[in-house]
Protein backbone atom coordinates (compact mmCIF):
# COMPACT_ATOMS: atom_id res chain seq x y z
CA UNK A 1 0.00 0.00 0.00
CA UNK A 2 1.32 3.31 -0.98
CA UNK A 3 2.08 5.67 1.93
CA UNK A 4 1.87 9.72 1.45
CA UNK A 5 3.16 11.52 4.45
CA UNK A 6 2.74 15.49 4.19
CA UNK A 7 4.36 17.93 6.54
CA UNK A 8 5.20 21.63 6.98
CA UNK A 9 2.16 23.18 7.34
CA UNK A 10 1.67 25.33 10.16
CA UNK A 11 0.34 29.03 10.93
CA UNK A 12 2.23 31.45 9.02
CA UNK A 13 1.11 35.63 8.64
CA UNK A 14 -0.03 37.14 5.12
CA UNK A 15 3.01 37.68 3.28
CA UNK A 16 5.53 34.81 4.78
CA UNK A 17 6.41 31.52 3.42
CA UNK A 18 5.95 27.81 4.10
CA UNK A 19 7.16 24.82 2.52
CA UNK A 20 5.03 21.50 2.50
CA UNK A 21 6.98 18.11 2.31
CA UNK A 22 5.39 14.88 1.03
CA UNK A 23 7.35 11.82 1.19
CA UNK A 24 6.39 8.56 -0.74
CA UNK A 25 6.96 4.71 0.85
CA UNK A 26 8.32 4.08 -2.78
CA UNK A 27 10.23 5.45 -5.83
CA UNK A 28 8.47 8.84 -7.19
CA UNK A 29 9.10 7.34 -10.77
CA UNK A 30 6.23 4.67 -10.49
CA UNK A 31 3.81 7.29 -10.85
CA UNK A 32 2.04 9.20 -13.93
CA UNK A 33 2.28 12.56 -11.32
CA UNK A 34 2.31 13.63 -8.19
CA UNK A 35 1.50 17.03 -6.56
CA UNK A 36 -0.78 19.01 -4.20
CA UNK A 37 -4.50 19.42 -4.13
CA UNK A 38 -5.92 22.06 -1.21
CA UNK A 39 -9.37 22.14 0.30
CA UNK A 40 -10.67 25.49 2.01
CA UNK A 41 -13.92 25.00 4.57
CA UNK A 42 -17.00 24.94 1.98
CA UNK A 43 -15.06 24.99 -0.90
CA UNK A 44 -13.76 21.65 -2.87
CA UNK A 45 -10.43 20.46 -3.10
CA UNK A 46 -8.59 21.95 -6.10
CA UNK A 47 -5.36 21.07 -8.08
CA UNK A 48 -2.42 23.49 -6.52
CA UNK A 49 0.10 22.27 -8.45
CA UNK A 50 1.68 18.74 -9.45
CA UNK A 51 4.73 17.77 -11.66
CA UNK A 52 4.83 14.75 -13.82
CA UNK A 53 7.46 11.98 -14.39
CA UNK A 54 8.95 14.00 -17.19
CA UNK A 55 9.34 16.84 -14.91
CA UNK A 56 6.47 18.75 -16.37
CA UNK A 57 4.92 20.97 -13.76
CA UNK A 58 1.32 22.41 -14.01
CA UNK A 59 0.39 25.57 -11.12
CA UNK A 60 -3.07 26.44 -10.71
CA UNK A 61 -3.68 30.07 -11.91
CA UNK A 62 -4.19 31.71 -8.42
CA UNK A 63 -0.73 30.75 -7.19
CA UNK A 64 1.38 30.86 -10.41
CA UNK A 65 4.79 32.98 -9.59
CA UNK A 66 4.20 32.47 -5.65
CA UNK A 67 4.23 28.69 -5.45
CA UNK A 68 7.67 25.98 -6.66
CA UNK A 69 6.83 22.45 -6.88
CA UNK A 70 10.19 20.40 -7.04
CA UNK A 71 11.22 16.93 -6.26
CA UNK A 72 14.05 14.59 -4.10
CA UNK A 73 14.08 11.76 -6.48
CA UNK A 74 17.04 10.27 -4.12
CA UNK A 75 14.39 10.93 -1.04
CA UNK A 76 11.29 10.34 -2.85
CA UNK A 77 10.27 13.64 -1.72
CA UNK A 78 8.35 16.24 -3.57
CA UNK A 79 8.13 20.11 -2.37
CA UNK A 80 5.95 22.88 -2.68
CA UNK A 81 7.35 25.89 -1.54
CA UNK A 82 4.53 28.32 -1.03
CA UNK A 83 5.52 32.43 -0.96
CA UNK A 84 3.77 36.08 -0.59
CA UNK A 85 1.37 33.60 1.24
CA UNK A 86 -2.44 35.54 1.43
CA UNK A 87 -5.39 33.99 3.46
CA UNK A 88 -6.79 33.11 0.95
CA UNK A 89 -4.32 30.56 0.80
CA UNK A 90 -6.13 29.02 4.06
CA UNK A 91 -6.74 25.00 3.68
CA UNK A 92 -5.80 21.86 4.21
CA UNK A 93 -3.48 20.42 1.45
CA UNK A 94 -3.22 17.14 0.60
CA UNK A 95 -0.55 15.36 -1.69
CA UNK A 96 -1.99 13.42 -4.31
CA UNK A 97 -0.24 10.90 -6.35
CA UNK A 98 -1.33 8.94 -10.02
CA UNK A 99 -0.59 6.07 -11.86
CA UNK A 100 -3.50 3.41 -12.22
CA UNK A 101 -4.80 3.99 -9.09
CA UNK A 102 -5.12 8.03 -7.33
CA UNK A 103 -3.23 7.89 -3.76
CA UNK A 104 -3.67 10.77 -1.32
CA UNK A 105 -2.14 11.98 1.96
CA UNK A 106 -3.56 12.55 5.38
CA UNK A 107 -3.76 16.14 4.77
CA UNK A 108 -1.65 19.10 6.66
CA UNK A 109 -3.18 22.56 7.69
CA UNK A 110 -2.02 25.75 6.62
CA UNK A 111 -3.22 28.76 8.03
CA UNK A 112 -2.43 32.67 6.96
CA UNK A 113 -3.53 35.44 9.23
CA UNK A 114 -3.94 38.27 8.00
Known amino acids: QVQLVESGGGLVQAGGSLRLSCAAS????????IGWYRQAPGKQRELVAD???????NYADSVKARFTISRDNAKNTVYLQMNSLIPEDTAVYYCNARRCVTYWGQGTQVTVSS
Open 26 to 33: ESIFRFSS
Open 51 to 57: ITQSGST
